[in-house]
C-alpha cells in the first residue's frame, strides 16, 4: 500500500461547481498535512495547511479525519484558473520531516 | 524577491557525462531538498541538507550526489548519468525542516539523458 494515495482524476466539472478531493494515507503517527497545487510541469506551490479542526481560506476547504486517515480538499464555485494537480502532502516529524507526497489530483474547470 | 532558483531549466546529456544542477536559496533558509518527479510516482525526495555540510539520503539517493558547503546552495551531482535518472528534477528549501514549514520549491530543471 502506497504511503499517501490519491485519485488521480481527471476530475472534469463545468465553472461553478463544487468538487472535493480525498488523500488517504498509511501512517497513522503522521502530524502534518498540507495541500499543494501544481500547474503543469512548474513547481508546487502551498495551497493550504489542514487542521484536525479543519482549515478554510475563501473557496477551499480543507479536513483531516485521523481515525480514518484520510484529508479532504472541497473547492466551492470553480473557477477555470482552479485547473491544475492538487498534491497531498503528509508529513513525519523525526530529526527532519519527511515529506511524502501523494500523486496528484488533476482538476479540469470548464465553461 | 524570494525566490529558489535552479540551472539549467532544461537539460539533454547522454550516458555517463557527468552534470551538475545548482540550486541556489536567498532566504536564508537552513532545510534545502532535491526531488525528482516522475508519471505515476509523484514527487520522491533525493536528499536532503539539514544546513551547511549535513546532508543526509532521501529516498531514492542511489546515483545522486549533493553537497551544501554555503547556507545558500545545494547542487545536485550526477557522477554518470543512466536513463533512468531522465525526469523532472525539482529544489527546494524550508526555514528548518519542520513540518510545519513551508517548502519553496525551485522552478524545476527537465533532464533527459540518451
Known amino acids: 500500500r502506497k504511503e499517501v494515495e490519491q485519485d488521480p482524476g481527471p476530475f472534469n466539472v463545468p465553472e461553478g461547481a463544487t468538487v472535493a478531493f480525498n488523500c488517504t494515507y498509511s501512517?497513522?503517527?503522521?502530524?502534518?498535512f498540507f495541500w499543494y497545487r501544481q500547474d503543469c510541469r512548474k513547481e508546487p506551490k502551498l495551497l493550504m495547511s489542514?487542521?484536525?479542526s479543519g482549515n478554510e481560506d475563501g473557496r477551499f476547504t480543507a479536513q483531516l479525519n485521523r481515525a480514518s486517515q484520510y484529508i479532504s480538499l472541497l473547492i466551492r464555485d470553480s473557477k477555470l484558473s482552479d485547473s491544475a494537480t492538487y498534491l497531498c502532502?503528509?508529513?513525519?516529524?523525526?530529526?527532519?520531516?519527511?515529506?511524502?507526497f501523494g500523486t496528484g489530483t488533476r482538476l479540469q474547470v470548464t465553461l | 524577491e524570494a525566490q529558489v532558483t535552479q540551472n539549467p531549466r532544461y537539460l539533454i546529456t547522454v550516458t555517463g557525462k557527468k552534470l551538475t544542477v545548482t540550486c541556489s536559496q536567498n532566504m536564508n533558509h537552513e532545510y534545502m531538498s532535491w526531488y525528482r518527479q516522475d508519471p505515476g510516482l509523484g514527487l520522491r525526495q533525493i536528499y536532503y541538507s539539514m544546513n551547511v555540510e549535513v546532508t543526509d539520503k532521501g529516498d531514492v539517493p542511489e546515483g545522486y550526489k549533493v553537497s551544501r558547503k554555503e547556507k545558500r546552495n545545494f547542487p545536485l551531482i550526477l557522477e554518470s548519468p543512466s536513463p533512468n535518472q531522465t525526469s523532472l528534477y525539482f529544489c527546494a528549501s524550508s526555514l528548518f525542516g519542520r513540518g510545519t514549514d513551508t517548502q519553496y520549491f525551485g522552478p524545476g530543471t527537465r533532464l533527459t539523458v540518451l
Open positions: 502532502v503528509v508529513v513525519n516529524t523525526g530529526t527532519a520531516s519527511k515529506l511524502t
Open positions: 501512517n497513522s503517527a503522521s502530524q502534518s
Open positions: 489542514v487542521y484536525s
